[in-house]
């Protein structure tokens, strides 16, 4: 029997306050307040720690804490310790006011000096941004001008980003700029919630702490590789955002880059925060762009049509509120794009995503390549199994190799088999909504897990050639797939025209 491993113990954040603009929002009731739950339980938040709550509602400081305590009490993973809820429930204050409007930040400035006055948060401040995009650029704007982001006495000021940053590559560098004009960049944190996953950061160890892959992860020895992110999920009662955005924006700059940059990046000098991040930087960068004919051959851009997912009957998208009938914009998207280095040569790389798929999927599959049929060409083999490295993000946290074996039996006989690593059946792990390690880390200092300005621009650079070819063609070579499936048949061409399959999602 395997005896489970508790993670290692790390020492309290440093004491702050965070102060978390759009504070009513589910990503707050959802996500981060029992992420701050958990981190507490752990022993990992500060003794000196505040929480400054701010939306557009005009409502008490006490309304606000029942709000949150009962998001908590309905998101939390695991039992609720009372306790622990009222020790980070005391420590929170809200403000009412609009992102844009001075008032609010002067509220702001006063509730900070209130906060900083009886607890002891050594004046550091942690400002989230929970909300709408086109409220980031304002929101920096107004913590520059009102000093509240200024740094002095050693005291430290830091900003969390939520995706999307940007909407294209010319928006993408405009709220760089906008921010950089307040903060630096060590004080930014864009954050992807993927990052915070364990088997996501388990990428760079799996690689690059055993001798037995390092050496043959390159051009030489693998096919192709293959990024999933599959959801159940419909775009529901976000229509109106969902038709702006589309799977490409949504999913491709963020969650799916920052895996292919995982899997396509150098060995870093060191393992911190500088290194870590120019070698990713520098593979986005080497992805080829197109610029011709090839960009829409490379892609495929699909929406869903009415079916069932499981006992769930779903309508076209184009029949979901707030969505416009004619619409073009894509619920799914699958691409192939190539890294232009020594190392990636010639390997292309299959990524896609959707929605209202057959199953929730995301794994990072590596194919390896063929061994030849020569010595077993007198035997009854006539073909051999694929290998594949596979890593299982969600739902399952696993790493999975799937190799050739004799079947037995008196005649040579090969079977595809498999082993599979699975963390629960190793690590005693705590519960997790996937920001606790994200948070943390900012509380610390530590950027290595959050995205620069050059990540950012460099996926935007790819992406864009595709978001003009698509506004140029219209509705042309828009597809369909049923809800439930496992994507067009477009998608299906894209990897058979030369030669490979799509792994399942099942």
């Known amino acids: 029997m395997k005896t489970k491993r508790s993670a290692t113990t790390a020492a309290p954040a440093d004491p702050c306050c965070l102060v978390i603009f759009g504070a009513s929002g589910d990503l707050a009731r959802r996500l981060l307040v029992p ?18 709550g701010v939306a557009r509602a005009d409502k008490s400081e006490e309304v606000f804490r029942t709000e949150l305590e009962g998001g908590l009490r309905h998101f939390a993973i695991g039992k609720v310790d009372d306790e622990i809820v009222r020790r980070l429930l005391n420590c929170v204050d809200y403000i009412g006011g609009d992102a844009d409007d001075p008032a609010t930040y002067q509220k702001l400035g006063k509730a900070l000096t209130r906060v900083e006055g009886a607890l002891d ?24 001008e009102t000093g509240l982001a200024h740094e002095e006495n050693g005291a430290w000021r830091r900003l969390i980003v939520e995706k999307p940053f940007g909407t294209d590559l010319v928006s993408a560098r405009a709220l760089n700029r906008e921010l950089l004009k307040v903060l630096d960049e060590r ?17 760079m160890v799996l690689r690059f702490a055993n001798g037995l892959f390092e050496p043959i992860w390159n051009r030489h020895h693998i096919d192709h590789v293959q990024i999933t992110v599959g959801e159940t999920l419909t775009v529901g009662n976000r229509g109106s955002f969902y038709d702006a955005i589309g799977a490409l924006r949504d999913m491709v700059p963020n969650h799916l880059f920052q895996l292919l940059s995982l899997v396509a990046m150098e060995p870093p000098s060191r393992f911190e925060a500088h290194a870590v991040r120019s070698e990713k930087a520098q593979a986005l960068d080497a992805i080829h762009v197109p610029h011709d004919s090839s960009v829409l051959q490379d892609t495929v851009r699909a929406q869903y049509t009415a079916a069932w997912v499981g006992d769930n009957e779903v309508e076209d998208y184009r029949r979901t ?3 416009r009938p004619d619409t073009t914009t894509e619920t799914y998207v699958a691409l192939k794009l190539l890294v232009d280095n020594w190392r990636w040569a010639g390997v292309p790389f299959y990524l896609r995503t959707g929605k209202a798929l057959k199953s929730r999927r995301t794994e990072v599959a590596i194919k390896f390549k063929q061994a030849p049929f020569a010595m077993f060409r007198n035997t009854p083999v006539d073909r051999l199994a694929q290998n594949f490295l ?25 079977s595809g088999v498999g082993m599979t690593f699975k963390y629960e059946d190793y690590f005693d792990a705590a519960p997790s909504t996937g920001y606790e390690t994200l948070i943390y880390d ?23 050639p595709f978001l003009d070819a698509w506004r140029n063609a219209g509705p042309d070579g828009l597809a369909v797939y049923k809800a439930g499936s496992e994507g067009p048949a477009e998608a299906d061409q894209l990897l058979a025209r030369d030669g490979r399959r799509w792994r399942p999602i099942a």
């Open 442 to 464: 900012c509380m610390i200092g530590d950027s290595m897990l959050f995205q620069r300005a050059d990540e950012i621009e460099a996926a935007w650079r790819v992406v864009q």
């Open 390 to 414: 596979v890593i299982g993000i969600q739902p399952d946290e696993c790493i999975g190799l799937q190799f050739n074996a004799k079947v037995p039996g008196p005649v040579i006989t090969i």
């Open 121 to 144: 948060t050594h004046r550091n401040r942690l400002f989230y941004l929970a909300t709408p995009p086109s409220e980031f650029a304002p929101i920096g704007r107004h913590l520059g």
């Open 187 to 203: 004080q930014i944190y864009r954050i992807d919630h993927y990052l915070g996953k364990e088997t996501v950061q388990n990428i």
């Open 321 to 323: 509120k707030d969505v």
């Open 35 to 52: 992420a701050l739950y958990n981190l507490d339980a752990g022993g990992l938040l500060p003794e000196g720690f505040a929480i400054i």
